[in-house]
């Protein structure tokens, strides 16, 4: 087993893994705040390029979850979390073809389309994002301690 500070550095990893993943979905985000961008041509080359952008982060992300990284470790520290570390990584392909939908959706979309729907896709994956790194951050909490509450459930 190895001790804390070193499993302490799998848990910045991935909190420096999450803010580089959160700072790409607000930039999507936030493309639709306002409404005459939400119709131009501009918009619509910025939220491919972005979506792209987001999709190699994540992809990288989960390629290292895959390959045995913080999800692994955290495992092998609480095997109890063992159910819901599945869950989280059968969820990666399902995110990620979600978003190539997104991206798909968006080359394929014209000018005068009403953005609306997009954009409603676009939140429904940072929803569904945003739940799965819940989960991952509650993977974290159980095996290594970290948050709010700093208590182990794995010592």
Known sequence: MRDLSECQTYVMHMRLEHRHINEAVHDVVSLFST?????????????????????????KHFAEEDAGGCIEEAISHCPSVSQAATTLEGQHSLLLAHLDRLIEQTRKR?????????QVNINDFAKQLNAHESLENQIMQDAFGTGVDETNSCS
């Open 110 to 118: 014209t000018i005068d389309e009403d953005p609306s729907q997009l």
């Open 35 to 59: 409404e005459t961008a939400a119709n131009s041509k501009e918009l619509v080359e910025q939220l491919a390029q972005k979506l792209r952008v987001l999709r190699a982060e994540l992809a």
